[in-house]
């Protein structure tokens, strides 16, 4: 396969609720998973334990950071533990029209997600997008000076782009929650707000404040298919 021209983008996209429906398929046994978690380790009553899991979801963009941090929770322990996720390939879907798109997309592709690498390997292996990236940055490889950093944490961010040699303003970034967007233009990365899988979300709806669109949000879209008709033109 020829090496895309050096000018061509380089896309980071999201997982869940990027390339396919998590709201649907994943997050409500996720959350569930997580919060018997922390039932069990933490000894909470179900009530509360389900609190705690969206405080730290929403305080650190991963549950899984705020366990370590604040209860001394080991990060393989909890990952291995909550995505077992049993029968969870025949879940899974994402439309025809989407896969063709992200197959046919010129750039570079590279997977960035706070989930664990075995979870996303067995997503991408069953939505038949196992070699459409070229590296997968899962969550264990987040860490910044031994601690873990997950989106939307800028440190992280520049870490991972030093670390692949990847130039900021070639970078682009689609995905469905908006501080992650937000903190990479802050490094200089175009920005794709993916919305089609939203509706349904149980962490709450993600909405863009003001009149328009923000600056630091490049563009909206629906279907991956979008991502072919324009080119990038970043904020200021």
Not at 27 to 50: C, K
Not at 196 to 205: E, M, R, S, T, V
Request: charged share 25%; glycine share 6%.
């Amino acid at each position: 396969m020829p090496r895309p021209p050096s000018s061509a983008p380089i896309w980071l996209f999201d997982l869940d609720n990027t390339l396919h429906d998590a709201s649907r398929a994943v997050f409500g046994r996720l959350n569930q998973s997580m919060t018997e978690y922390i039932v069990t380790h933490l000894g909470l009553p179900p009530p509360e334990a389900d609190a705690l899991r969206l405080h730290y979801w929403r305080r650190y963009g991963a549950t899984l950071l705020g366990l370590e941090r604040h209860h001394g929770i080991r990060a393989a322990h909890f990952l291995a533990q909550t995505h077992t996720l049993p029968g969870l390939e025949g879940a899974l879907s994402m439309p025809h029209v989407d896969r063709l798109a992200l197959l046919r997309l010129p750039g570079r592709k590279i997977l960035l997600t706070n989930a664990p690498a075995e979870y996303a390997q067995r997503v991408l292996t069953t939505l038949d997008l196992a070699g459409v990236f070229e590296t997968v940055v899962s969550i264990e490889a987040m860490r910044v000076f031994g601690d873990l950093r997950p989106k939307p944490d800028t440190r992280m961010l520049r870490v991972v782009l030093a670390r692949l040699k990847l130039p900021a303003h070639r970078c682009i970034l689609v995905e469905d929650t908006l501080a992650n967007l937000r903190s990479a233009q802050k490094l200089g990365l175009g920005t794709v707000w993916m919305r089609h899988y939203l509706k349904d979300n149980p962490h709450g709806p993600e909405t863009a404040t003001g009149r328009g669109r923000p600056r630091w949000l490049h563009a909206r879209i629906r279907r991956l298919r979008a991502l072919h008709h324009w080119r990038p033109h970043r904020p200021r």
